[in-house]
């Protein structure tokens, strides 16, 4: 799958999962408040931004040697 060995393919599969549980919160929530759909996803990329981040300092370093 593009490279990826098994393990880091399980890691992005949970990452995408997660990202699409907490994208769907963030949409229900905006909707409860009157916000569009793509308002209340852009809304929330700070938050994606920052478990991004988290996710990307826990993958291995992997060296071309």
Known sequence: MFGLDRDSAQH????????????????I???KRGVSVGVAILGSFPFWVAVFAMWLF???VIHDD
């Open 12 to 27: 992005l599969l949970l990452f995408l999962m997660l990202w699409s549980l907490v994208g769907g919160v963030c949409v």
């Open 29 to 31: 929530e905006g909707r």
């Open 58 to 60: 826990r993958q291995p």
